[in-house]
């Protein structure tokens, strides 16, 4: 399990983390989501070693990591970076040396490497000579080439065509479920996150303002919405009932807000007395939706 | 889930190799290893075959071709081979050689002056005819030959035996003294010294421009921060001047090894001992020089994270370098003087000073225990110094990080 404990880092006289805590557990993919400028590169730097924190600290299997630990994962930072005139097998090869792997492991991993990112009649090509597509693929794999024990992901999505999202989601999951290495990685593209992650950690200007499965998001952090479609039924037949208000009418329904002291029954009940109801449901926010209600409140 | 969790101490050479090599297959560092055998073939190959040893000369003598009476202008082939006789002895106590050739009218040699297989022309009369000059030494020598001649012709005149004759005109070669004690090698030594001190210097400030130039392009591509999270800044330093370093040491020992083996067959060098000397004289103070300006190289080129701004801050070392450069120029003249022996203490200048003064044999022992322990002690003070402002700046890409910055930021 990877742990962030409460982390805080300023730069001059801005607060970039307050006290960030959250922990990746074994085989759990975490997607790490928040507004531009709220701290997610500076976390994920904390977590590498790139940074330092001025308190708190980031903890592997309960001990405090050091650089022989670091040295076992997997990073690919926010600003992509590879030498641009070095060839792309050799650049994965020596990366992986670099991260402790022998020389003949190495070289049979960066092969393997390139296969699985799709890469792989670009392997004796110049970095620079690829698209940019391309480059993206070999970027992850430099952060996956040495077999890494925890993989930190500032962005991997971006730039990607949906079949290279489509293989980086796959080996995401592969190395989760069948290594057992926890994966935090950050986005914005949020149906993305909500399709791959196991749980989701929002930041918000320095601060943690959610975290959980999504599910946990949606009890613990959403309105409560629902869609009801009641024929013969007169306008605002609702009012009946406190702690119940007009969010939005629209295709000859309603969305109702209730308060938290509301039971659904009793909406259903009412509308039952209402009229003939057609349609009854709850609104399942989506994660988008749930990052605008945390981030603007 | 693997356990490979080796020691990182030995990471450093997996960097060096990584320097050492993407630099070797590098073709600017071909071409620049090219143009300096080049430039070592050319001077060797003047010196061999070159003006550079005993001065020689054509000179033609006009002859009568019928063997009777003279004319104007041509000796008769008697009186030719008198005077040739006195021209080589005038040629060898002027220690030069003067190969004669008998040229006749009505050309008299006056297409071999045009087409340079002459230099110059001498008639019964008294006139060398040149093309568009005569060398100045062959003139005095022609001149000193006539005058033998003349002496020659007195002296039989007036009685002399062909041994009084010999008596009055061979005298020994004079001796040399001097007031200071005088190397015989002096002038072999300088340019021994001379060449060193331009390799070393070419060498110091071209493998220190690379070791900030690989700084820089480590921060401009970004991969610094991928390289920082498998490895401390510490051991990324380290590596690179060491794989930089001993790319300089290969390139050194090859050109050296290349001059030598050309200067030996064709016969250029002289004191082929003194040469191998200096030779590893040279490589000794790069790898002392090198180890003292590298990591400083390093730290100025971790402040700035485009390759534009490399001239701004290696300035200050340019201008340490460049100054040392020239007083060590000086030094090859008047080796003893004291702004020399001055630099080839002092721990910048050095590595640049103290090599020229040795080669020139003007270091006493004391001085160079002196020199070298300074500057290795220097270099263990500045390394981590170094070290730390390179730690501190490496990661910090933008705009150029101000010295104050990069210090306070590395832990």
């Known amino acids: 399990m990877l742990e962030l404990i409460g982390l805080r880092r300023s730069f001059d006289d801005v607060v970039a983390l307050d006290d960030v805590s959250f922990a990746v557990p074994e085989g759990a993919i975490v997607g790490f989501v928040g507004p531009n400028g709220a701290g997610k590169t500076t976390a994920m730097r904390i977590a590498l070693g790139v940074l330092e924190p001025d308190a708190g600290e980031v903890r592997w299997h309960g001990e405090p990591v050091d650089a022989r630990v670091r040295r076992r994962f997997g990073y690919m930072p926010e600003e992509r970076g590879l030498y641009p005139k070095m060839r792309v097998r050799e650049q994965l090869v020596y990366l992986a040396r670099l991260h402790g792997l022998p020389a003949g492991y190495a070289a049979r991993r960066a092969d393997e490497i390139v296969a699985t990112m799709g890469v792989e009649e670009r392997a004796g090509d110049r970095v620079e000579s690829l698209s940019l597509g391309n480059q993206q693929r070999v970027q992850l794999a430099a952060a996956l080439v040495h077999e890494p024990d925890a993989l930190v992901l500032d962005e991997p999505f971006s730039g990607l065509d949906p079949v290279g999202v489509d293989v980086l989601a796959g080996v995401l999951r592969r190395q989760a479920q069948n290594h057992g290495v926890p994966v935090v990685f950050s986005s914005h593209q949020l149906d993305l996150v909500e399709r791959l992650c196991d749980a989701v950690v929002l930041i918000d200007r320095g601060r943690i303002v959610a975290s959980g499965t999504i599910d946990e998001l949606r009890a613990s952090r959403a309105r409560r919405l629902l869609r009801v479609e009641v024929v013969g039924a007169a306008d605002g037949w609702y009012d009946a009932l406190p702690g119940v208000t007009l969010e939005a009418e629209a295709n000859g329904g309603v969305a109702l807000l209730l308060d938290d002291d509301v039971d659904e029954q009793r909406v259903l009940d009412l509308a039952r007395a209402s009229g003939d109801v057609l349609h009854f449901t709850r609104v399942r926010p989506s994660l988008a939706e749930l990052f605008r209600e945390v981030v603007s409140a | ?411």
């Open chain 2, 1 to 411: 889930m693997n356990d490979i969790r080796p020691s990182d101490r030995g990471v450093w050479r997996v960097v060096a190799m990584r320097d050492f090599w993407v630099r070797l297959r590098d073709k600017g560092f071909v071409i620049s290893t090219c143009v300096t055998l080049a430039v070592f073939s050319v001077f060797i190959l003047v010196r061999a075959y070159g003006g550079v040893g005993t001065p020689a000369y054509d000179l033609g003598i006009v002859v009568d071709r019928a063997g009777g009476p003279a004319t104007a202008a041509a000796y008769a082939p008697a009186q030719a081979s008198a005077v040739t006789a006195q021209i080589e002895a005038a040629a060898s106590s002027a220690l030069a050689d003067v190969r004669v050739v008998e040229v006749h009218p009505p050309d008299a040699g006056r297409d071999r002056l045009r087409e340079g297989s002459l230099d110059g022309v001498l008639a019964a009369d008294g006139i060398l005819e040149g093309d568009a000059d005569v060398p100045t030494q062959l003139r005095q020598i022609v001149q000193a030959a006539l005058v033998r001649d003349r002496i020659v012709a007195a002296l039989e005149a007036a009685g002399a035996t062909e041994a009084e004759v010999d008596a009055a005109l061979n005298v020994p070669a004079v001796t040399l003294r001097t007031l200071q004690p005088r190397d015989p090698n002096r002038e072999e030594n300088g340019g021994i010294a001379f060449i060193g001190v331009l390799l070393l210097y070419g060498q110091l400030f071209g493998y220190g421009v690379w070791v900030a130039t690989g700084v820089i392009e480590e921060k401009s591509s970004r991969v610094v921060e991928i390289l920082l999270s498998a490895i401390r800044p510490r051991q990324l330093m380290a590596g690179k001047i060491l794989g930089i370093g001993l790319l300089g040491i290969a390139q050194m020992i090859f050109i050296a090894a290349f001059a030598m083996s050309l200067a030996a067959i064709t016969g250029a060098l002289k004191l082929p001992a003194t040469a191998l000397g200096a030779a590893a004289l040279v490589l000794g103070w790069f790898v002392l020089g090198f180890a003292f300006y590298s990591s400083l190289f390093a730290a100025a080129g971790s402040l700035v994270s485009r390759m534009e701004e490399l001239q701004n801050v290696i300035v200050p070392l340019n201008l340490v370098i460049l100054v040392s450069f020239f007083i060590s120029i000086g030094a090859v003249q008047d080796p003893g003087s004291t702004l020399a022996v001055v630099a080839s203490l002092l721990p910048f200048s050095a590595a640049l000073a103290m090599p020229v003064r040795i080669v020139l044999g003007s270091a006493t022992l004391p001085q160079i225990v002196l020199s070298v322990s300074l500057l290795i002690g220097s270099t263990m003070l500045l390394i981590p110094l170094a070290g730390r402002l390179y730690a501190g700046a490496v990661l910090r890409t933008g705009s150029r990080v101000k010295l104050r910055d990069a210090w306070r930021s590395a832990t």
